[in-house]
Nanobody
Framework: QVQLVQSGGGSVQAGGSLRLSCAAFGYTYSNYCMGWFRQAPGKEREGVAAVDIGGESTYYADSVKGRFTISQDNPKNTLYLQMNSLKPEDTAMYYC????????????????WGKGTLVTISS
């Protein structure tokens, strides 16, 4: 049974940093693209970042480029999202995502979701 267990998040002031973690269980972690999505109140869920199997290719939404970094520790089956220079508009529920295949993108193809973790940025 696939499980994505998220941790991290919380509340910080604008300009601060947070790190999200996602521990994966129940499948061969390194065979799939992994990513992070977020959903702000009243808005659609949007792709934030994704990383391919070998970690050689990463993908970011324009709104977070240069501020967020996606990474993974394959031996630990864990995905991370380091978020720096946070802005109030980054406030959202953040979801870890396992894709159906090894192909990465920021729009579709997610097979499993984590339960989400709330990130709140105050001005």
């Amino acid at each position: 049974q696939v499980q994505l267990v998220q941790s991290g998040g919380g509340s910080v002031q604008a300009g601060g940093s947070l790190r999200l973690s996602c521990a994966a269980f129940g499948y061969t972690y390194s065979n799939y693209c992994m990513g992070w999505f977020r959903q702000a109140p009243g808005k659609e869920r949007e792709g934030v970042a994704a990383v391919d199997i070998g970690g050689e290719s990463t993908y970011y939404a324009d709104s977070v480029k240069g501020r967020f970094t996606i990474s993974q520790d394959n031996p630990k089956n864990t995905l991370y999202l380091q978020m720096n220079s946070l802005k109030p508009e980054d406030t959202a529920m953040y979801y870890c995502a396992k894709y159906r295949t090894s192909w990465c993108n920021l729009k579709y193809g997610v097979h499993y979701w984590g339960k989400g973790t709330l990130v709140t940025i105050s001005s």
